[in-house]
């Protein structure tokens, strides 16, 4: 247990805010064909191939579920589509039956696995907290929920602080490596064990910071060193009531300058997701991420995020080839384009930060973080869950991938070529589990532990100056 203290000693110097999406992950594991084919049920399967090629960018039916899942599973590669929340469509996915329930959203899953990294405080909001969510929270001391009572800030037990919210359930499709099924002629077998989020969008769901614990943002900034921001791929063009994704995109921006109002050296972290709306796409990365201090994302969402800037044809080398060059290719443009002091890329095979050069953390000290999370990825692909810091031996015994030498190695020749003379770029071979028990949330888990990290690295560097 000793060496894991090599790769993080103690994050009980952080203090970290974490904003906006909690929800109830379902879980359904596709462990064999039939599972599949039980969800395919009648459908002609003719229709069904032609809505795989349509490829619906949200579930309105049961049909159009079918169809983008199994387009996820002849990719292999994590894929969120939201559904129309109608009350067929809610009572189709409320009559299948799931094996498992978690926490699920960036903030419970975050705020679940730092509670046992014994962080300072975690503060974790979401705009509904219903008391199923609340429950799901671990209890623990170092984890609490900002409400406003009679003008003051409230910090409580998540288990203290639900209202009468609506409850938000995301269903989880769990699928392995090399699932076959047979449609008509052809077969789509799954290149890789992933998962298929079908996202519940609730009307009435907006991201943001209540209004009356608005005033109390720059407080909650004092308190932290440090925010994750995530939950924005829920953001819809417009709503009933006529707002729009501007009104709640600027209130964003605006909650990110009153956190730092009062402490301008904290920083703070975007955790993107798949975002299948484009313009909503393009307009998270122009309006956010000049605001933030870092973004963390997967391959997928760096090749889509990408696309929507235009660099068509960079996006489609990196989804058909995953070559590494590209995604630093992509980084680049990123941390240029928004002035990002970083930007870390997990992917299957390797985590990877890409910062300017001129901080005050080492090489080493970046590349530490990143062990760390890796550690923490294949403990949760293993386990499914991490309950204990002592599960993180199961991490630890998970060997780097094959291919973990070879990728350093590019990375560095890369690194030292005089485009790049500005930026330090550190990569970690990934700890591959050949048959994890769930891969939802791996992606949460790396880039809040590498953050957290990297927070806690600074403020010891910052302190020994
Ligand atoms: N089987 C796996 N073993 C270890 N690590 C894995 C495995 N599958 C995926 N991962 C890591 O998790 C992220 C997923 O990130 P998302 O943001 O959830 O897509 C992937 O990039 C790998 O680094
Ligand atoms: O977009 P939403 O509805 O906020 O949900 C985000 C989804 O992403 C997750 O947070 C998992 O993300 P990762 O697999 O990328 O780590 C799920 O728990 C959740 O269902
Ligand atoms: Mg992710």
């Given at each position: 247990m000793?060496?894991?203290y090599?790769?993080?000693?103690?994050?009980?110097?952080?203090?970290?805010?974490l904003?906006?999406?909690v929800?109830?992950?379902?879980l359904k594991?596709?462990?064999?064909?039939?599972d599949v084919?039980?969800l395919?049920?009648?459908?002609?399967?003719?229709e069904?191939?032609?809505?795989?090629?349509?490829?619906?960018?949200?579930i309105e039916n049961p049909l159009?579920?079918?169809?983008?899942l199994?387009?996820?599973m002849?990719?292999g590669?994590?894929?969120?589509?939201?559904i129309?929340?109608?009350?067929e469509?809610?009572?189709y996915?409320?009559?299948m039956?799931?094996?498992e329930?978690?926490?699920?959203?960036?903030?419970?899953?975050?705020s679940?696995l730092?509670?046992?990294?014994?962080?300072?405080?975690?503060i974790a909001?979401?705009?509904i907290l219903s008391?199923?969510q609340s429950?799901?929270?671990n209890?623990?001391?170092?984890?609490?929920f900002?409400?406003?009572?009679?003008?003051?800030?409230v910090?409580?037990?998540?288990?203290?602080?639900?209202?009468?919210d609506?409850?938000?359930?995301?269903?989880?499709?769990?699928y392995?490596?090399?699932?076959?099924?047979?449609?008509?002629n052809?077969?789509?077998?799954?290149?890789?064990?992933?998962?298929?989020i079908?996202?519940?969008?609730?009307e009435?769901l907006?991201i943001?910071?209540?209004?009356?614990?608005k005033s109390?943002?720059?407080k909650?900034?004092?308190?932290?060193?440090?925010?994750?921001?995530?939950?924005?791929?829920a953001?819809?063009q417009?709503?009933?009531?006529?707002?729009t994704?501007?009104?709640?995109?600027d209130n964003?921006i605006?909650?990110?300058?009153?956190?730092?109002?009062?402490?301008p050296d904290l920083?703070?972290?975007?955790?993107?997701?798949?975002?299948q709306d484009?313009?909503?796409?393009?307009?998270?990365a122009?309006y956010?991420?000049?605001?933030?201090?870092c973004?963390g994302m997967?391959?997928?969402?760096?090749?889509?995020i990408i696309n929507?800037?235009?660099?068509?044809e960079l996006?489609?080398?990196?989804?058909?080839?995953?070559?590494?060059?590209?995604?630093?290719?992509?980084?680049?443009?990123l941390l240029?384009?928004?002035?990002?002091?970083?930007?870390?890329?997990h992917?299957?095979?390797?985590i990877?930060y890409?910062?300017?050069?001129?901080?005050i953390l080492?090489?080493?000290?970046?590349e530490?973080?990143?062990?760390?999370?890796?550690i923490?990825a294949s403990?949760?692909?293993?386990?499914g869950?991490?309950?204990?810091?002592?599960?993180?031996?199961?991490?630890l015994?998970?060997p780097?991938?094959?291919?973990?030498?070879?990728?350093?190695?590019?990375?560095k020749?890369?690194?030292?070529?005089?485009?790049?003379?500005?930026?330090?770029?550190?990569?970690?071979?990934?700890?591959i589990?050949?048959?994890?028990k769930s891969?939802?949330?791996?992606g949460?888990?790396?880039s809040s532990g590498?953050?957290v990290?990297?927070?806690?690295?600074?403020?010891?560097?910052?302190s020994?100056?």
């Open positions: 000793d060496e894991i090599r790769h993080f000693e103690d994050f009980s110097n952080v203090s970290i805010f904003a906006y999406n929800n109830v992950d379902a594991y596709l462990k064999y064909p039939k084919y039980g395919i049920g009648d459908f002609n399967e003719e069904l191939i032609s809505k795989i090629e349509e490829y619906p960018r949200v159009d579920f079918v169809s983008r199994i387009h996820a002849r990719s590669k994590p894929v969120e589509v939201p129309k929340n109608t009350p469509l809610d009572s996915f409320n009559s039956v799931y094996d329930e978690r926490i699920g959203g960036q903030v419970g899953i975050i679940n730092l509670s046992i990294l014994n962080l300072k405080k975690i909001y979401s705009p008391k199923k429950q799901m929270f209890n623990s001391e170092n984890l609490v900002p409400t406003e009572f009679n003008g003051k800030l910090l409580k037990k998540p288990i203290d602080s639900f209202g009468n609506e409850l938000k359930i995301n269903r989880i499709f769990e392995p490596e090399n699932l076959s099924i047979s449609l008509k052809i077969t789509v077998t799954s290149k890789r064990a992933n998962r298929f079908a996202a519940s969008r609730p009435n907006r943001e910071v209540h209004e009356n614990l109390h943002l720059s909650i900034g004092k308190m932290v060193d440090c925010a994750i921001l995530s939950g924005f791929q953001i819809k417009s709503y009933l009531d006529g707002k994704s501007d009104y709640y995109l964003a605006e909650d990110i300058k009153l956190l730092k109002s009062q402490n920083k703070v972290h975007l955790e993107f997701a798949s975002i484009i313009i909503i796409r393009k307009k998270i122009d956010i991420l000049p605001h933030v201090d973004i997967d391959e997928a969402e760096i090749a889509n929507s800037l235009g660099y068509s996006s489609e080398g990196i989804l058909k080839n995953s070559r590494l060059e590209d995604v630093i290719k992509a980084s680049k443009i240029e384009q928004y002035n990002l002091d970083g930007v870390q890329i992917t299957l095979y390797y990877m890409i910062c300017k050069k001129g901080g080492s090489e080493e000290s970046l530490k973080t990143l062990e760390f999370a890796t923490l403990t949760k692909a293993s386990l869950e991490i309950n204990t810091t002592k599960d993180l031996e199961v991490g015994n998970t780097y991938n094959k291919h973990g030498n070879l990728l350093k190695e590019i990375a020749n890369i690194s030292i070529q005089k485009e790049y003379e500005k930026y330090n770029i550190v990569l970690v071979p990934s700890r589990v050949k048959n994890p891969t939802v949330g791996l949460d888990t790396i590498a953050f990290g990297y927070i806690s690295e600074l403020k010891k560097a910052k020994k100056n």
